[in-house]
């Protein structure tokens, strides 16, 4: 299993953009890295998913250097409502034949302060 | 649609009991997984389903039981309920198609304490 490390915690000010990196040294060839957010007394909510490269949707940015061992989620412009905890995941297709064991880890708790 | 949907919503067992935790989901995913979370954790696998009559274990299956025989529902069973299994426990769902590590929906949880 690729073992991911992440920032316990951060603090950003609203308006700010924040940046969340990703350590994934083990990461394997068919391996994604995926980015959940999750709210108190809620279920995680997917936010973003990439290969290589950059990755950008409506909410946020991913960015994900050529040797993969690392990744960086990017959220612009955050709001109150932005605070929550991030996780970043690797993980293998589903129907790739091994067993599918998604790593959540502790994440990264972001407050978005006024 | 329903999405993922977990029933109950709170339990309080006493050590030794059993209990079905309930999850379904109404969008046709052919994958489907439990988790458990534990006050300040991330996520734990405990069970996970590639498809109706199909299930294997997670990271920390032990006194958890499951079964698919629908893809629609997902039970949960814990055989003989611990205070250690005092937790809340989330159902997930996602698409089963080649090449990606497709996105998962989580239910609202079932949080459990085990007196």
């Known amino acids: 299993l690729a073992k991911t490390t992440q920032p316990i915690s951060m603090d950003s000010y609203e308006g700010q953009e924040v940046n969340i990196t990703c350590s994934h040294n083990?990461?394997?060839?068919?391996?994604?890295i995926t980015w959940y957010q999750q709210f108190p007394s809620q279920g995680p909510r997917f936010i973003i998913q990439?290969?290589?490269t950059k990755v950008t949707n409506e909410v946020a940015s991913l960015f994900i250097p050529a040797d993969r061992k690392s990744s960086t989620l990017s959220l612009p412009r955050v709001s109150l409502s932005d605070t929550a905890v991030y996780y970043c995941l690797v993980g293998a297709a589903i129907n790739s034949g091994s067993a599918r064991q998604l790593t959540f880890g502790s994440g990264t708790q972001l407050t978005v302060l006024p | 649609n329903a999405g993922v949907t977990q029933t109950p919503k709170f339990q309080v067992l006493k050590t030794g009991q059993s209990m079905t935790l309930q999850c379904a989901q109404d969008?046709?995913?052919?994958?489907m997984s439990w988790y458990r979370q534990d006050p300040g954790m991330g996520l734990r696998l405990i069970h996970y389903s590639v498809g109706a009559g199909i299930t294997d274990q997670g990271e920390v299956p032990n006194g958890y039981n499951v079964s698919r025989s629908t893809t629609e529902d997902f039970p949960l069973r814990l055989l003989s309920a611990a205070p250690s299994q005092t937790s809340v426990y989330f159902c997930?769902?996602?698409?089963?198609?080649?090449?990606?590590?497709?996105?998962?929906?989580f239910g609202p949880g079932t949080r459990l304490t085990v007196l």
């Open positions: 990439g290969y290589k």
């Open positions: 969008m046709n995913h052919e994958y």
């Open positions: 997930a769902s996602s698409y089963s198609s080649g090449g990606y590590d497709n996105e998962q929906f």
């Open positions: 083990n990461i394997a060839t068919n391996d994604y």
